[in-house]
């Protein structure tokens, strides 16, 4: 049972961010959602890429024959990023958006482009 404890999270913050995007009006909000859904997918590539008793690959002299795979780690690390950079523009947009339209409620932000 505990072993599947990570597998468990990630399938509670994917089901709470997806929640929040779909459920939610406020840019801002579902902003968030969209970062706890990210976090999920790279919670995942960690359980993914996790192996017991093994240590990061960097080492070159490690004693333990058993390394983790440094794909999933350079993956997350540039899933991360990419995340950072993408809500950065999103958040961008939600100002933007709030300048000219006074909200951020994407119900009045459609009624007033009609």
């Given at each position: 049972m505990l072993y599947n404890v990570p597998l468990i999270t990630v399938a509670l913050l994917a089901l709470i961010g997806l929640f929040t995007?779909?459920?939610?009006?406020?840019l801002v909000k579902i902003l968030l959602?969209?970062?706890v859904f990210e976090s999920s997918v790279n919670l995942f590539l960690i359980t993914l890429g996790y192996r017991e008793g093994g240590i990061a690959p960097i080492y070159?002299?490690?004693p333990s024959p058993f390394m983790v795979?440094?794909?999933?780690?350079?993956?997350t690390l540039t899933s991360i990023v990419i995340g950072v950079a993408t809500s950065a523009m999103l958040l961008s947009f939600a100002i933007?958006?709030?300048?000219?339209?006074?909200?951020?409620?994407t119900e009045k932000i459609r009624r007033l482009r009609e």
């Amino acid at each position: 049972m505990l072993y599947n404890v990570p597998l468990i999270t990630v399938a509670l913050l994917a089901l709470i961010g997806l929640f929040t995007i779909l459920t939610r009006r406020n840019l801002v909000k579902i902003l968030l959602g969209l970062t706890v859904f990210e976090s999920s997918v790279n919670l995942f590539l960690i359980t993914l890429g996790y192996r017991e008793g093994g240590i990061a690959p960097i080492y070159t002299g490690a004693p333990s024959p058993f390394m983790v795979m440094p794909t999933v780690q350079a993956l997350t690390l540039t899933s991360i990023v990419i995340g950072v950079a993408t809500s950065a523009m999103l958040l961008s947009f939600a100002i933007v958006i709030y300048r000219r339209y006074g909200t951020v409620d994407t119900e009045k932000i459609r009624r007033l482009r009609e």
